[in-house]
């Protein structure tokens, strides 16, 4: 993996935010990185605006008002927490998740760190939808979690086991490389896990066959093999048969993970988000690299 010599943490001054800067310092204190702190002003639409945008004559009014206000606010944000680091603190108009990518890749981050909820309308899911759509088009990897709202202090952050989630695809031998780099920065154990779906493993040439799952697996193992040799790592595998968020999710909190590292898939056409990537997600005990 590259040094996380620049990492962005997109805010927006929620618990999460907090909770996703304590991972940044301890990454930022390890890597040495510089730390791009974001913020972004959305323009209201028809479709959802607050309340005092009615107050304004025009939109832009608003956004131009709420500019000003957030800027002063993001110049306090986390100030002590971030004080021993070099921090660049922006804010900017237009679309958050667009804004975000575009940053990222302007200013050439190696991660971005962010949480899953964010304020609005969509508060209610796990995975607001300027976190998926982030995760669906940025070209870095992504750090989150369902649970960054209780990230322990960075004193308290460690990185004992790191699990690659890899589902076989061409993809999963950048997904390994960077785990297992992530790994190596950190004298981690490394683990790699595998989930052989129900349909797959019930399924046989013509008839069932009561040895295709055992089949299935040993092609498996066989081709984790490989992808650890070209990547020149080693690592516990576990190999289960089940729903692949259930197996990682359950993997992880046996293997007593700290972290997992899952592909996006690769960039094309029909995106890189997979509906497995956000189980893997809303399942996982601890914090997620979506790479």
């Not at 804010?91 to 981050?109: K, N, T, W, Y």
Request: hydrophobic share 45%.
């Amino acid at each position: 993996m590259p040094a996380l010599l620049k990492i962005l943490l997109p805010v927006e001054f929620s618990p999460g935010s907090a909770g996703a800067a304590h991972y940044v310092e301890a990454l930022a204190g390890h890597f040495r990185s510089e730390i791009l702190m974001l913020h972004v002003v959305a323009t209201p639409s028809g479709v959802y605006a607050p309340p005092e945008a009615l107050t304004y004559s025009t939109a832009q009014d608003l956004v131009e008002e709420l500019v000003v206000e957030r800027k002063a606010q993001l110049e306090t944000f986390l100030l002590n927490e971030l004080k021993d680091y070099p921090v660049e603190r922006m804010v900017l108009r237009g679309d958050p998740a667009r804004q975000i990518v575009a940053v990222s890749e302007q200013h050439h981050c190696d991660l971005i760190v962010m949480a899953t909820h964010g304020y609005g309308p969509f508060r209610r899911f796990l995975l607001g939808s300027v976190t998926a759509k982030v995760l669906h088009d940025a070209k870095c990897p992504v750090w989150t979690g369902p649970h960054l709202e209780t990230a322990p202090p960075r004193d308290a952050i460690h990185f004992h086991r790191v699990l690659c989630a890899l589902d076989l695809a061409p993809h999963s031998r950048e997904v390994l490389a960077w785990g297992a780099g992530f790994a190596r920065e950190f004298g981690a154990e490394l683990g790699i896990v595998h989930a052989v779906p129900l349909s797959t493993a019930r399924m046989g040439p013509i008839y069932f066959d009561p040895d295709w799952a055992n089949a299935v697996k040993a092609h498996a193992r066989d081709a984790i093999a490989a992808l650890q040799a070209g990547v020149e790592t080693k690592g516990a595998v576990f190999l289960e048969t089940g729903d692949p968020a259930a197996v990682v999710a359950d993997t992880a909190s046996h293997f007593h993970a700290d972290l997992v590292v899952m592909g996006r898939g690769a960039p094309g056409l029909l995106g890189r988000l997979r509906a497995n990537s956000y189980a893997i997600l809303r399942e996982s005990p601890c914090a997620v690299v979506g790479v």
